[in-house]
């Protein structure tokens, strides 16, 4: 991979300015509020008096709060003059090759437009701002350098005096010029900081029906301090979301993803840290939802290869305990009713001892797929279905929207058909064997609730799943197609992952 050792040198440039532009946007602050310097600002021309060729203050005893403000703003040369240095670097930086740079280092194409429109965008962005500043700088630093802490010594020519009055005059104008770029480079650095990847590889960790979930397993990161630090793992699973129409929509969905963990950990179901990452380049959202690495060793579906009868049964008696909390929740009453995807992929064993092949009575669960925020209020979703939809090739949408959608978010609700969908999917698992199992467990969990529907027989759940199975197998050839009609006809990129053929 190319070095790109120019480009670090422009962003630890930048980084250094940064830090000299926060501390004289702050000086700039406390001037605006200190009646000391207005005072002196109101009667510039009063302040100086003429010794030969040269001006001094009339009254140089001031505060040591107005000396450090007026040596905070018009002062510190080597600090200005660090700014000075990286605004004439990103000047003179090849466009093209930092563009490089970021998708060298940066996975995520809309991540990469949205750095660099920071940069080098329409409108104020960092390198406009930056070649605004150069004329200034260019000439204010030699007056800078006279400007100290010992105002008694303080001399000042006559240009010197008149390049003063011109700062103060364009006070407002410069902290403008200071405000927007300290915005804008934070959130370049923290949007960079999380995205910059130095010879990463991406493992994608598993394909459901819709997303793609991925993780990074080694290569180099920034950290808090912008210092890169090398990663053999990282503690995030990421799962890139279905497009959403508007910023609305993402912020609507957002509040819900972290609602439905609030709920879900306040009636006692554990879930592991999650956070939601977006982008937003010409008009195209990106969102990727992000959940603490769980140790895949210990998802329900996978450790039950490991487990004889008996422990098996023990795991699913757990996910039945984790489930009568949603029950419990859901039979209060009230205007929030909790939905959840109760297959066993969703779900984590705690093990105290880290036993591959037993489930121990102390054992927890994890919850892990709140990336579908399913509750309702007053017995609305709240969550957009139609965003969920985009995922749906745009020739099938009308026919999900008109026949399917409210019975498949229906499913999510009651509880017994949660169950057998838990249990059907034993198939897909290829262990039907545990089926016979399950079910008796799960008829003396439901008799014992008075959950309304009656026993889950065999025969129904074969029926679900045949039933389940196909729909599946049809929606990802619709998928396949979409994916041919999109890149081989209308020469788009198609915006998914597919998985390969599903064993079921």
């Keep these: 991979m190319e070095r790109f050792t120019d480009i670090h040198a422009l962003v630890d440039a930048i980084e250094r300015a940064h830090k000299f532009k926060k501390k004289r946007l702050s000086f700039m602050k406390r001037a605006s509020v200190n009646a000391e310097i207005i005072r002196m600002r109101d009667s510039f021309d009063l302040l100086w008096r003429k010794d030969g060729e040269d001006y001094r203050l009339r009254n140089p005893s001031l505060s040591k709060g107005a000396i450090d403000i007026l040596a905070g703003i018009f002062g510190k040369k080597e600090e200005a003059g660090a700014i000075q240095e990286a605004d004439r670097a990103l000047c003179a930086i090849d466009r093209l090759r930092f563009n490089h740079f970021l998708s060298a280092t940066i996975a995520s194409v809309p991540s990469v437009n949205h750095l660099y429109e920071l940069f080098f965008g329409p409108g104020e962005r960092l390198e406009r701002l930056a070649c605004d500043r150069i004329p200034y700088l260019e000439r204010y630093l030699p007056t800078m350098g006279r400007i100290g802490t010992d105002m008694e010594a303080l001399v000042l020519s006559k240009a010197d005096i008149d390049t003063l009055w011109e700062m103060i005059q364009l006070f407002d104008v410069i902290r403008e010029n200071l405000q927007k770029d300290t915005a804008l480079y934070a959130r370049f650095r923290k949007d960079f900081r999380g995205h910059y990847r130095e010879g990463g590889e991406l493992s994608i960790l598993g394909y459901g029906e819709i997303s793609t979930v991925m993780s990074m397993v080694k290569g180099r990161v920034l950290d808090r301090s912008f210092e890169l630090q090398r990663v053999e793992g990282s503690k995030w699973v990421w799962k890139r979301m279905p497009p959403f129409p508007s910023r609305e929509e993402v912020d609507r969905y ?170 059907a999917n034993l198939h897909k698992e290829q262990m039907p064997g545990l089926i016979p199992h399950f079910i008796p467990m799960a008829n003396a969990f439901i008799d014992r609730l008075g959950i309304t529907g009656g026993a889950i027989t065999r025969e129904e759940v074969d029926k679900y799943y045949s039933g389940d199975a196909f729909i599946w197998k049809f929606y990802q050839f619709a998928r396949r197609i979409d994916r041919f009609i999109t890149e081989s006809i209308l020469r788009k990129k198609y915006s998914y992952r597919l998985p390969g053929k599903i064993k079921r």
């Design 254 to 423: 957002d509040a819900a993803y972290r609602e439905y963990r609030a709920l879900l950990v306040a009636m006692g179901i554990a879930v592991p840290e999650q956070a939601l990452s977006r982008f937003d380049y010409a008009g195209a959202l990106t969102v990727y939802a992000g959940q603490a690495r769980i140790n895949p060793d210990f998802v329900a579906h996978v450790l039950l290869r490991r487990l004889d009868t008996e422990n098996a049964k023990r795991l699913f008696f757990m996910v039945l305990r984790e489930l009568e909390k949603v029950f419990a929740f859901n039979a209060r009453g009230g205007g929030v009713r909790i939905g959840i995807d109760g297959q066993l992929s969703n779900w984590v064993l705690d093990s105290k001892g880290g036993a591959l092949n037993y489930v121990h009575e102390g054992d927890g669960m994890f919850y892990i797929d709140t990336s579908t925020p399913l509750f309702r209020k007053e017995g609305r979703e709240q969550m957009n279905p139609e965003v969920f939809i985009m995922t749906t090739p745009s020739f099938l949408r009308w026919v999900v929207r008109r026949f399917f959608l409210q019975e498949v978010l229906d499913r999510y609700y009651d509880l017994r058909l949660v169950i057998v969908d838990i249990i």
